[in-house]
């Protein structure tokens, strides 16, 4: 699957943001599927994973509480929704897609990834 994110900006801090990621050649119903960052400087950091059939979530501690994550199958589409966003969230952020069966929050155990998107929360 070939994974695209889009939505990433410059944004204030306290605000809101919604990141997509739109899977093609194959639909994303069939992975698991999640979201990674990756702060300048930084590793990439794992912040939320979803099962195939929505049926359970997964969010890192990180951001539990501010962030969520949402897909519509139909449209082969993932979602970050992102609230009350500070600095320390600047990132690069990143879908990625995997075959296998559990949860997994290491990078390496993903498939596909997109080309990462930039949000950047500064006033």
């Known amino acids: 699957v070939q994974l695209v994110e889009s939505g990433g900006k410059l944004v204030q801090p306290g605000t809101s943001l919604s990141l997509s990621c739109v899977g093609s050649?194959?639909?994303?119903?069939?992975?698991?599927m999640a979201w990674f960052r990756q702060p300048p400087g930084k590793g990439r950091q794992w912040l939320a994973a979803?099962?195939?059939?929505?049926?359970?979530?997964n969010i890192s501690g990180a951001v539990k509480g501010r962030f969520t994550v949402s897909r519509d199958n139909a449209k082969s589409t993932l979602y970050l929704h992102m609230n009350d966003l500070q600095s320390e969230d600047t990132a690069t952020y990143y879908c990625?897609?995997?075959?296998?069966?559990?949860?997994?929050?290491?990078?390496?155990?993903?498939?596909?990834w997109g080309q990462g998107t930039q949000v950047t929360v500064s006033s």
């Open positions: 979803m099962t195939r059939n929505t049926a359970q979530t």
């Open positions: 050649g194959d639909t994303i119903a069939d992975y698991w």
């Open positions: 990625a897609a995997r075959v296998g069966s559990a949860l997994a929050i290491t990078p390496g155990s993903y498939d596909s």
